[in-house]
């Protein structure tokens, strides 16, 4: 005459079975990554790998997935200053460096006429930011100024109008810092600025406030892989070792970046099979 299992004994058959299973899910979803510092919802999956709409239980293991999710897209940039008209890029550099003297978040850029020009401040409303100009010129720190207006850059144009690329854009302000010596200043290497200024200028003059730092950069985008990086995503190594961002530079295509190597060495173009930049690379983030 058969008999019942005692229900102890159906429980413990039933949470072995549990464990067996997501052992195996585990050893079959576990992905195999060639960029380091990659988020595990980040990484690519081999072609065999489940989706993560096919395989609930892997999208609930992996803690990063929320995180890229709500990464959100990079604020657009409101009313800023522009002064200056230098043919000498030292002076340039001067001015920025004694607005950052007062702890105003400043940048040097090279316009299309090929003068040096300086830009800083990022209001929400037009007043505050001619108040702020006005201010600084009583005070013999500025000359004459412009105010930038939001709908005069690049993003807002573009997505204004429906015409342009915004990528082309961001590639085309990095190509005129060709040749010029890397000369940022009001932050050191040690304190995380490292060459990140050209990627950020790149950025701002095209109307989105990309953070000032390389680890914040990184931070802020969009994991893409290394074969589907496209012109206007930036690319990230770890130059000093290690697993900590220390050098950003912007992916032009053909498997090519502009970067600012180190002060005094000229901004220029390099590509990212060599093997020091292969061994140190990070990975790529997107902010379109």
Known sequence: MLTANPPLKNLCRSFLCLFLWLLVLAGCSAPSVQDRGVPQASRE????????????IAALLDEDSAD???????????????VGAFTNLDNAVRLEQALEARGIDAYYFR?????????????????????????????????????????????????????????????????????????????????????????????????????RVSRNQFQAGRWVPKAQLRPGDLVFFATKGGQRVTHVGMYIGDGKFIHAPRTGKNVRIEKLSNSFFTKTYMGGRSYL
């Not at 999956?45 to 609930?56: G, N, R, T, V």
């Not at 890229?68 to 522009?82: C, F, N, T, V």
């Not at 709908?151 to 990095?174: H, K, M, N, P």
Request: proline share 6%; with cysteine.
């Open 45 to 56: 999956a081999s072609p065999a790998a489940p989706s993560a709409a096919a395989d609930p």
């Open 68 to 82: 890229q999710a709500d990464m959100r897209p990079l604020e657009k940039m409101g009313y800023s200053i522009q």
């Open 111 to 211: 316009h299309e006429s090929g003068l040096y020009k300086v830009r800083f401040a990022n209001h929400a409303s037009y007043q505050p930011a001619r108040e702020e100009a006005e201010r600084l010129q009583a005070q013999g720190l500025i000359d004459k100024f412009f105010i930038v207006f939001p709908e005069d850059y690049a993003a807002a144009r573009i997505q204004q109008s429906g015409q342009g690329d915004l990528r082309t854009e961001l590639v085309r302000t990095a190509k005129r810092f060709l040749g010029i010596p890397y000369r940022w200043g009001g932050v050191t290497a040690e304190n995380g600025f490292d060459c990140s200024g050209l990627t950020m200028v790149c950025y701002r003059l095209n109307g989105l406030n990309l953070p």
